[in-house]
């Protein structure tokens, strides 16, 4: 079975600081995929980034930043000079194939407030 | 509008009643699925289907659950019997088949309340 954690149930920092969310993923499966995804207010789950499993290179996209450690089973994700428009819930997720029909299996989301 | 969509957004029914969700995907997408979202948690695996065929159903899917797709194109989500548990966001998202490197797109979600 796939897990994913995390564990920053809600972070609040102010707008141009630094922000890390961190994931944690459980996994027996040695092919995967990891995801971020952001859920503003209006709800729709817009996708952010995939790795899989074979690639550990880290991968920066503006302002989004993501650092993946199979070492750690790590996959985290760093906001850099924060925006109030960053503010929604981050989820993490996770999938595999073999028969698990590549469904995501998300953690419980981290709700990020960044104050004016 | 070429995403994902969902309709009605919102809903709100007595306990004990039907009600019946739809959702458009992505029209070349051959893989849906449906999740669902409870207040403080992550979405949660409810349903998958390749074209018109149901491969997947989570145990959280209780018998008074039901979802087609006909024809391979829309799908719909019915819940009978409603009970106040169900009150919950109702998503769906669609990817283009493959392996899991393809990025799945969400809609909007269908907000169950069941009073």
């Not at chain 1, 698990?100 to 419980?108: A, E, I, Q, R, V």
Request: hydrophobic residues 30%; charged residues 20%.
């Amino acid at each position: 079975a796939q897990k994913v954690t995390q564990a920053q149930t809600e972070i609040s920092v102010v707008e141009k600081e630094d922000v890390t969310l961190d994931c944690v993923y459980e996994t027996r499966d040695t092919t995967y995929y990891l995801f971020w995804y952001k859920q503003p207010p209006s709800g729709e789950l817009v996708f952010l980034i995939r790795r899989n499993s074979f690639d550990e290179q880290n991968e920066i996209s503006g302002r989004y930043s993501w650092n993946f450690q199979k070492s750690t089973s790590s996959f985290n994700f760093t906001i850099t000079a924060s925006q109030v428009v960053d503010s929604a819930v981050y989820f993490c997720a996770l999938s595999v194939g073999r028969g698990s029909n590549y469904k995501l299996t998300f953690g419980k989301g981290t709700l990020l407030t960044v104050n004016p | 509008d070429t995403g994902v969509s969902q309709d009605p957004r919102h809903k709100i029914t007595k306990r004990g009643q039907n009600v019946t969700f739809r959702c458009d995907p992505i029209s070349e997408h051959n893989r849906l699925y449906w999740y669902r979202q409870t207040l403080g948690q992550g979405p949660e695996f409810l349903t998958y289907f390749q074209n018109e065929a149901q491969l997947e159903k989570s145990r959280l899917l209780s018998d008074r659950f039901s979802a087609e797709r006909p024809k391979g194109s829309f799908s719909t989500l019915e819940i009978q019997r409603t009970e106040q548990g169900d009150s919950a966001m109702y998503l769906c998202a669609s990817s283009l088949g493959g392996g899991g490197e393809t990025e799945a797109f969400f809609g909007q979600g269908t907000r169950l309340t069941v009073v």
